[in-house]
């Protein structure tokens, strides 16, 4: 089963993701490939795979991809080989990944595995409080680039399976190990 989560940049999705795979073992995650400069606190490999713009253009020429977008004036892409690594694990994968990134992965992927999409919802004022307190301290002009897509990527909301106001960390991951149990527990039942 994959789940994957989006929402604009600072709604909470890799501080969720995190929590879910320390709350439990059948969870993985699966980094994206990105041509964004390694932040303080990134962690190669786990956060991001990090390559040049000149590497990532390869590897779409390569067709190593499933889907990719650029995000902030930066490329970032789902692998076919590290998800299809992970598929064959046979755990389940939480995926951080941006709102068109998320409709191409359900249109390539729906009719192999289940798939479940969840979008985090933050109020705007809030979501500038957190990228103004991020460790990596982006620009005003990144915030605004950022703060740019809140309406776009909201106005895709209703083409999720759940949508959910993420303003208490613990709340939320409560919310979506439920949601993912439940998925869970269908996810071989036809209709």
């Known amino acids: ?7 604009v940049a600072g709604a909470g999705k890799n501080t ?7 709350r439990n073992s059948q969870i993985t995650a699966i980094p994206s490939y990105t041509s964004r400069p390694q ?3 990134d962690v190669p490999g786990q956060t991001y795979h990090f390559v040049t713009k000149e590497e990532f253009e390869n590897m779409i020429q390569q067709n190593a991809f499933y889907e990719y977008d650029v995000h902030h004036n930066h490329y970032y892409g789902t692998s076919k080989k590290v998800l299809n690594d992970a598929i064959k694990e046979g755990k389940i994968i939480v995926k951080d990944i941006d709102v068109n990134g998320i409709e191409n992965l359900v249109n390539i992927l729906k009719d192999d595995m ?4 969840i979008f985090l919802r933050v109020p705007k004022e809030v979501l500038i409080e957190r990228l103004k307190n991020r460790v990596d301290k982006p620009s005003d002009e990144e915030i605004e680039l950022r703060i740019s897509r809140l309406e776009y ?10 949508v959910i106001k993420n303003n208490n ?3 939320t991951v409560q ?3 439920q949601i993912i149990k439940s998925e869970y527990a269908i996810r071989e039942v036809e209709f």
Do not use: C, F, H, N
Request: glycine share 8%.
């Open 16 to 22: 969720i993701q995190r929590e879910l795979i320390k």
């Open 169 to 171: 960390l613990e709340k």
């Open 1 to 7: 089963m994959l789940v994957l989560l989006a929402g």
């Open 114 to 117: 289940k798939v479940v999409t």
């Open 175 to 177: 919310v979506i190990e």
């Open 39 to 41: 932040r303080p606190g």
């Open 153 to 162: 990527e909201e106005s895709k909301m209703g083409e999720y399976d759940y």
